[in-house]
Each structure stands twice: as structure tokens, then as C-alpha cells.
């Protein structure tokens, strides 16, 4: 499939471009390379590839998740200004 130059003008004023004729001819030429390249990319045989197969190892980095002991609120809350409820006051910065 080739692209025509009234594709390319059809895009061009959909992305609102004005461009030249020296420009179409050459964008004609570049996009219907680029969907012949696309085209040779589909006909590629890939039955035998595992989807999203990679060739080196990929494993899981993050630690496991675990249930740890927090830090004191009473401790915390001393370097508080103002404190209200357990939590840190704060003035109010929004009507």
C-alpha cells in the first residue's frame, strides 16, 4: 500500500500544517515507506516467539512486602508545632 500526496494533504490539514510541494513530494515518499516497512514488519512468521520474550533474564527486583513495626506518633508529633487529634495542625491555606 503506498501513500497518495492527497493522503498526505489530508493529513497535513488535520494536523493544521501547511507544506510545499517539494515537502509533499517528500513526505509522500517518507510515510509510504515507513507503511511499506509496516506491511513487511506483519508478514513476519513470529508463531514460534513467545509474547513479550526477552533475551536476557527478568526477574521481580522489589523486596517482599512485610509488615514492619512503625515509628511512635508521640515521638513524631514532638517536632509538631501544633498538634490536633494525634495528627499535625496546620493552617488552613484554601477558602
Known amino acids: 500500500m503506498s501513500v497518495s500526496k492527497e493522503d498526505v ?12 510541494e517539494k ?9 509510504s515507506n515507513i507503511v511499506d516497512y509496516a506491511t513487511t514488519l506483519s508478514n513476519i512468521d513470529v508463531s514460534g516467539v513467545d ?3 526477552h533475551i536476557l533474564d527478568i526477574k521481580n527486583v522489589f523486596r517482599k512486602d512485610e509488615v514492619k513495626n512503625s515509628y511512635d506518633r508521640e ?3 514532638k517536632n509538631a508545632p501544633d498538634k490536633q487529634a494525634g ?7 484554601v477558602e
Open 9 to 20: 494533504k489530508h493529513i497535513a490539514n488535520l494536523a493544521r500544517l501547511e507544506i510545499s
Open 23 to 31: 515537502e509533499l513530494d517528500k513526505y509522500t515518499e517518507d510515510l
Open 51 to 53: 509474547p513479550t520474550n
Open 75 to 77: 515521638e513524631i508529633l
Open 87 to 93: 495528627c499535625i495542625s496546620v493552617p488552613k491555606v
